[in-house]
């Protein structure tokens, strides 16, 4: 599988630090320090998951040089989908992809990661040539506003990667792990209330709406810092690949000091650190592609690099992969 072509869409609103100061007890000095984050986008009434996911996806499929018809796949990676049923399906209209099977897969901040692996599988398999893979989430409709710990973290953004069957030498996935621990899964949820609704004398049926995100920050950074080093030295090593020999580290963006922290274990100089969380914060699904995305266009992918990834989050789930580019420049 080839990776051949992304693209990119963000809200239009950006709420900085000092913006977001005047809603909650909290001040640019402490979010930057702590994170890394100076401003996070938020979508505006007149944009949804699915209007910036297909406006991302046409950005990639004219990227790649695709028509819409000539896709075989959409695999949308949300946790913050329009609808429960499935999202994917709107954004295949959206463009008209009409030979396309589009549907959703959830795995928080590792979707992205999780489903481009999910897309080589059915490359490999022969029943996809070409797909477009999507990381896109809202979850400022799930923050709550009023917690200073969470709120200032995430904001809002989509992003697709064009991927296509090809030979061997030009392939862009050259390994990968994929972990799950769900008994750690309370330290990061966005769940499901318990509400009742009467249904039937004292029978009553559980009514549908979720909690806001409800995180434990210390626990979710120390499971970070020891499980993605972890990870990626695994997919490494299966690799034969030395740390030495990447040309850029292209992880999650939650956290600088995580960034800083896996930088660290491998001896990854800061220049080779991909990061734009101060523009963007914690955009879930979405890091992954966006950074990659704006990277290509500003000329600092180029055709063949090697890119360490990892991918982690709510599940717990993370993953690690090796990639490689093969798009356009620019
Ligand atoms: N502004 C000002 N003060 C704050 C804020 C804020 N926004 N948030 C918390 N504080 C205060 C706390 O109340 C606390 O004060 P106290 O000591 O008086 O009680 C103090 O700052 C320290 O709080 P901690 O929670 O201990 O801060 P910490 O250093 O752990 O940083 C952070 C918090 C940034 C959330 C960090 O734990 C982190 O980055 N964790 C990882 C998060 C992450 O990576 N998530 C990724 C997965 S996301 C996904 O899958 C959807």
Not at 132 to 150: E, H, K, M, P, Y
Not at 199 to 212: I, K, T
Not at 289 to 316: Q, Y
């Amino acid at each position: 599988m080839a990776l051949v072509g992304c693209g990119s869409a963000l809200p239009a609103a950006s709420v900085s630090n000092a913006a977001l100061s005047e809603r909650v007890d909290t001040n640019d000095a402490w979010i930057r320090s702590r994170t890394g984050i100076g401003a996070r986008r938020v979508a505006g009434p007149d944009e949804t998951l699915t209007s910036l996911a297909a406006e991302a996806c046409t950005h990639a499929l004219a990227h790649a040089g695709w028509s819409p018809e000539s896709l075989d796949l959409i695999l949308l990676a949300t946790s913050s989908p329009d609808d429960l049923f499935g999202t994917a399906p709107r954004i295949q209209a959206c463009l008209g992809a009409r030979n396309a099977v589009a549907f959703d897969l959830t795995a928080a901040c590792s979707g992205f990661l999780f489903a481009l692996i999910t897309t080589a599988q059915y490359i490999a398999g022969g029943s996809v040539r070409r797909a477009l893979v999507i990381g896109a989430d809202q979850l400022s409709r799930w923050v709550d506003w009023d917690d200073r710990r969470t709120c200032v973290l995430f904001g809002d953004g989509a992003a697709a990667v064009a991927v296509e069957a090809c030979d061997a030498d030009a392939n862009g996935l050259l390994g990968f792990r994929m972990r799950s621990d769900g008994s750690r899964n309370g330290c990061l949820t966005l769940a499901q209330t318990d509400q009742r609704q009467a249904l039937l004398g004292n029978l009553s049926a559980q009514r549908g709406g979720f909690a806001p995100i409800h995180m434990n920050g210390q626990e979710v950074y120390k499971f970070a810092v020891r499980e993605v080093p972890a990870v990626l030295a695994e997919v490494l090593e299966a690799c034969g690949t030395e740390a030495n020999q990447l040309d850029w580290l292209l992880l999650h963006q939650a956290n600088q000091r995580i960034l800083d922290a896996v930088a660290e274990r491998f001896k990854v100089p800061p220049e080779r650190v991909l990061s734009n969380l101060a523009s963007y914060g914690n955009t879930s699904a979405a890091t992954i592609p966006l950074m990659l995305d704006e990277a290509v266009r500003d000329g600092r992918v180029k055709p063949g690099h090697r890119l360490a990834s990892s991918g982690f989050g709510a599940g717990l789930s993370w993953g690690g992969a090796l990639l490689r580019w093969s798009g356009p420049q620019g």
